[in-house]
């Protein structure tokens, strides 16, 4: 079983940055991919960005290109979302998940079996 925890979130005005945190409760030596998604209200949780664990291989999605960036620090267990230029419209709880299976789906929540409680980013106009 492994645990996911977020942190990082907050309040922000736009235009400001954020860098939240997805640490891992074990270690893996095997390929894994965390994947960061968001839910704003009333809409369905969105993939923002994924990474694998040993590879980096990351994918993001279009919008998060070029203001989001996804890395991980392997020694802390931790992945992180760097997120820049921040927008009323980034508003929403910020959720890591992890797959120890690569797929081509890897951007479909049902992809991933095990999610963290989530982390709350408010954007300020």
């Known amino acids: 079983q492994v645990q996911l925890v977020e942190s990082g979130g907050g309040l922000v005005q736009a235009g400001d940055s954020l860098r939240l945190s997805c640490t891992a409760s074990?270690?893996?030596?095997?390929?894994?991919?965390i994947g960061w998604f968001r839910q704003a209200p009333g809409k369905e949780r969105e993939f923002v960005a994924y990474?694998?664990?040993?590879?980096?291989?990351?994918k993001y999605k279009d919008s998060a290109q070029g203001r989001f960036t996804i890395s991980r620090d392997i020694a802390k267990k931790t992945v992180f979302l760097q997120m820049d230029s921040l927008t009323p419209e980034d508003t929403a709880v910020y959720y890591c998940?992890?797959?120890?299976?690569?797929?081509?789906?890897?951007?479909?929540?049902?992809?991933?079996?095990?999610w963290g409680q989530g982390t709350q980013v408010t954007v300020s106009s």
């Open positions: 998940a992890g797959s120890r299976v690569w797929t081509p789906r890897l951007d479909d929540r049902a992809s991933y079996a095990y």
């Open positions: 074990v270690f893996t030596s095997s390929e894994y991919f």
């Open positions: 990474i694998g664990w040993i590879s980096g291989r990351k």
